[in-house]
């Protein structure tokens, strides 16, 4: 299954996505042990994707945006009226 997978990522999504890789894993780390500080706890999902985003330098598009508020990356809600 995960070479199908591979495979579809590989074939049909032409590099368009952002890996969970090793500097995401450290971002997101770093994050959950900071939020977990502060008294603010998240899900696990979300802060993967914070990490990724924090690892590539990239620009969060999402519904959630109070959630990455903390984050030092622009985050952008392209569904806001």
Known sequence: MT???EAVLREEMEGRYADFDI???KE?????ALRKIRGRPG???????????LATRATLATRNVAYFEDLSV????PWKD
């Open 43 to 53: 899900d696990f999902r979300d802060t993967m994707i914070a990490g990724i985003v």
């Open 3 to 5: 070479e199908e997978l």
């Open 74 to 77: 622009p985050v952008v809600n």
């Open 28 to 32: 997101a780390a770093e994050l959950m």
């Open 23 to 25: 500097p995401a894993a």
